[in-house]
Structures are given as structure tokens and as C-alpha cells.
């Protein structure tokens, strides 16, 4: 069976978009460590592309002008951000979600409330979409000829059961995970996971957490890239290698505008406070005064039991008291 026609589309799975997604998603991983208070620039920047490209492919969807390969690589393009979780939310069915063997337990990252709703809402949105993709468009494509996606190999996406069964399975989870972690916050897990914050946990615990999760990480990116770009080659999908139009450069040069902005502020300006604060203008030592020489004194035992701070100490004897 020979290979379909493909739909010229570079201007929604072109090159330059492409590399800004991939982009963000390297950015991401790399500051979970390198500096987790500067995550929130690039979650918010994550968002935004996942969030454009998934209104641009419902948009399509409506109109009728995307082919199986576009929608499939589409799909993939604006859940990439989120399968990263997949494989940390699947250790913890394993783990019973034990809130010590949780790895996002211990991250340092701060969300925003309205972010984490807008997130919840992206991925809800591109789920369903992809249910619908792999449950009912695919399995109702009736034509002449086939066209290709990953599945760890060249994988067709015309009467391929299979391939079609694990990638609905998938979406379906995600869905039933998010359900799962609204019930979890709604009910007793955040007061354990609470206490669990409060014991005291070997910090070689957290590292190996920690360890595991940046492999996972970096697993997931590399399926995640090679399962887009084959599928863009596989499939002779034409003006999708070209970086020529305003719709290519745009995402590219504001992703890496952000990403270097990000890196300066961490790197730069962080290493200038840490400098300027730990210079100090050396004073002269001056002698002591009657007054001072008087009043220096430690605490006591007994003092120390009734509460008593040096603050609450007068920083002069009243004048009754002196000789």
C-alpha cells in the first residue's frame, strides 16, 4: 500500500515550532536542578506553546483540513509536556501512593493556583482529544493508502489495533489520573503528605528520588523527539524541515529569548547579590562605654527556663539601680 498525500502544514508542525517545544522541554528538565525557583518562567512558557498548539489543532479539527499524521504529531506536540508525569504518577500506583516514595513530594518547585487550574485544563482538553483520535478516528479510516507513527518502530496508523489500543489506553489514564488527583486533594492526602514533610527524611532518600526522576525525565524527551521527527520523515510531510516563515521563527526566538533571560537572572544577577552581600565596609573597633561594660551579661540557666530572651533585658540599668 503505497503512502498518502500528505497536507502541507509546516506553519503548525514546522521546524522552528518544533525546536521551541523541544526547547522548553530540555529548559525544564535542566532548571529542576539547576534552579527550581526559576521554574516558573518556564512552566508558564510550556503552557503557553502546549496551550496554542492544542487550540490550533482543535481549531483544524473543526475545519477539516489536517490528515492523520498532522492531527497524530499534533497530539504529540501538545501533550509532550505532560507524558513527562506519566511515568512519576505510574510509580506511585506502585508505591501505593505513599507520599515518602513520591518524588514530587519533595520538589522545590512553587505553582501558582491559577496556573495548576489552567495546566489541569490543557491536559484534560488534549487528552480527550487524543481518547477521541485513537478511539474513533483512526478505526474509522476507510482509504487507499497508509501513513506511519511510532510505536518504537515504524508503525502504521491505518487498521494497526495494537498501536491504537495502547495509545487510547494512555490518553484514558491520563484522564483517570487527573480525576484521581482532584479526589486525593479533596480528601485526607494532603494532611498526611503534610506530616510526611514534617518527618525527617535521609537526604540520600530524596536524591535517589530525585535521581530516578531526572532518568525518567530524560527517557521520556528522548522517545518524545524521535517519535515527532520520524513520523515528520516517515511520513514526507513537505516544508516541515524548513525554518523560513515568521511562523517558524516567532515561537523559536521568543522561547530562547525567555530560556536566556531565565539563565542570566539565575546565573548573572544571583552571583552579583551573593557578591555585593558578602563585601562589607570594615568599621573600627570602638571601646566599650560604662554603660555598655554594665549591661553585657549572658543568660542564665534559670532565666533560659522561665523564657526569658536577651531582647527582653534592658540595654541600660535604670538610673535607680546604679552606684
Known amino acids: 500500500m503505497s503512502l498518502c498525500s500528505p497536507l502541507s502544514r509546516p506553519d503548525m508542525y514546522g521546524l522552528g515550532i518544533r525546536l521551541s517545544l523541544y526547547t522548553q522541554w530540555f529548559a525544564a528538565l535542566a532548571f529542576e536542578h539547576i534552579g527550581p525557583e526559576s521554574l516558573p518562567e ?4 510550556g ?3 502546549s496551550a496554542g498548539v492544542t487550540l490550533g489543532l482543535l481549531v483544524q479539527l473543526v475545519r477539516g483540513t489536517l490528515d492523520a499524521a498532522g492531527i497524530y504529531i499534533l497530539l504529540l506536540l501538545g501533550t509532550g509536556s505532560h507524558l513527562f508525569l506519566v511515568p512519576v504518577y505510574a510509580w506511585r500506583a506502585l508505591s501505593c501512593c505513599n507520599p515518602y516514595w513520591n518524588p514530587l513530594a519533595w520538589s522545590q518547585e512553587e505553582q501558582l493556583r491559577v496556573f495548576r487550574v489552567l495546566n ?13 483520535f485513537f478511539a474513533t478516528y483512526l478505526p474509522g479510516l476507510d482509504r487507499n493508502c497508509r501513513q506511519f507513527g511510532f510505536f518504537f518502530s515504524q508503525a502504521s496508523l491505518d487498521h494497526n489495533e495494537p498501536f491504537v489500543a495502547v495509545n487510547a489506553a494512555l490518553y484514558v489514564l491520563i484522564i483517570v ?5 482532584v479526589l486525593t486533594k479533596a480528601c485526607f492526602v494532603p494532611a498526611y503528605s503534610r506530616r510526611m514533610r514534617r518527618r525527617r527524611v535521609p537526604k540520600e532518600h530524596i536524591d535517589g528520588l530525585r535521581t530516578l526522576q531526572s532518568l525518567s525525565n530524560l527517557t521520556v524527551f528522548a522517545v518524545l523527539v524521535a517519535a515527532v521527527e520520524l513520523s515528520v520523515r516517515w511520513n514526507e510531510l513537505p516544508g516541515a524541515n524548513d525554518v523560513d516563515t515568521s511562523a517558524q521563527l ?5 522561547t530562547a529569548g525567555i530560556i536566556v533571560r531565565v539563565a542570566y537572572l539565575h546565573y548573572v544577577e544571583d552571583g552579583d547579590d551573593e557578591s555585593s552581600s558578602g563585601w562589607q565596609r570594615p568599621t573600627r573597633p570602638r571601646a ?18 522561665y523564657g526569658i530572651q536577651m531582647s527582653d533585658l534592658p540595654r541600660r540599668i535604670p538610673a535607680v539601680y546604679r552606684a
Open 250 to 254: 516567532m515561537p523559536l526566538l521568543v
Open 177 to 181: 489520573g487527573c480525576g484521581s488527583v
Open 47 to 49: 503552557l503557553l506553546l
Open 288 to 305: 566599650p562605654s560604662s554603660d555598655e561594660e554594665i549591661t553585657r551579661c549572658d543568660l542564665t540557666p534559670e532565666m533560659g527556663a
Open 120 to 132: 489541569f485544563s490543557l491536559i484534560l482538553t488534549a487528552s480527550s482529544v487524543g481518547v477521541w
Open 42 to 45: 518556564i512552566r508558564l512558557l
